[in-house]
């Protein structure tokens, strides 16, 4: 594995998914494929005005850095990148982008996977949802199917 096969960034600006891809994989010929997840901030049915995330800077990166070390310890992936937000985003803006490059499809899937099921339990991130009717909620408690998805691996 090559020198900065991982990128990983917490940021509170939006991010281009077309321009991660591409620093990802342009320039690459022995990359057979790149899959991407890109989670959404969803309106949870209307109620939803925004997601307030918080993160512990320099340990959010760190965990993150350790999940994709792992992945990339797991399957032979030639390069991840993993961006995610912090601040308040709103109904339908991009909260994370995890990119897995590969020359076959299946490392890049499963490293793909992997990461997003344990940025999902263990980044250390804190949610708060915000109403459309001006309340801030409570802080999002982690939900046992993101428990469930871990054991799988």
Same mark, same amino acid.
């Given at each position: 594995?090559?020198?900065?096969?991982?990128?990983?960034?917490?940021?509170?600006?939006?991010? !281009?998914?077309?321009?991660?891809?591409?620093?990802?994989?342009?320039? /690459?010929? *022995?990359? +057979?494929?790149?899959?991407?997840?890109?989670?959404?901030?969803? *309106?949870?049915?209307?109620?939803? %005005?925004?997601?307030?995330?918080?993160?512990?800077?320099?340990?959010?990166?760190?965990?993150?850095?350790?999940?994709?070390?792992?992945?990339?310890?797991?399957?032979?992936?030639?390069?991840?990148?993993?961006?995610?937000?912090?601040?308040?985003?709103?109904?339908?803006?991009?909260?994370?982008?995890?990119?897995?490059?590969?020359?076959?499809?299946?490392?890049?899937?499963?490293?793909? !996977?992997?990461?997003? *099921?344990?940025?999902? #339990? /263990?980044?250390?991130?804190?949610?708060?949802?915000?109403? /459309? *009717? +001006?309340? %801030?909620?409570?802080?999002? #408690?982690?939900?046992?199917?993101?428990?469930?998805?871990?054991? /799988?691996?």
């Amino acid at each position: 594995m090559s020198e900065g096969a991982i990128s990983v960034r917490v940021q509170r600006a939006p991010f !281009d998914i077309g321009a991660e891809i591409a620093a990802l994989a342009d320039g /690459r010929t *022995d990359i +057979g494929g790149v899959v991407t997840f890109t989670g959404h901030c969803r *309106d949870e049915g209307g109620v939803l %005005a925004a997601l307030e995330l918080e993160h512990y800077p320099g340990m959010a990166e760190a965990e993150i850095a350790r999940i994709a070390q792992e992945a990339l310890g797991r399957w032979p992936v030639l390069g991840l990148r993993i961006v995610h937000r912090h601040g308040v985003i709103r109904p339908g803006e991009p909260i994370v982008l995890v990119a897995a490059a590969a020359a076959h499809r299946q490392a890049a899937f499963l490293a793909a !996977d992997f990461v997003m *099921d344990f940025l999902k #339990s /263990r980044a250390p991130f804190w949610k708060k949802e915000h109403g /459309r *009717d +001006g309340k %801030a909620g409570d802080w999002v #408690s982690a939900k046992e199917a993101d428990e469930a998805a871990l054991r /799988r691996w």
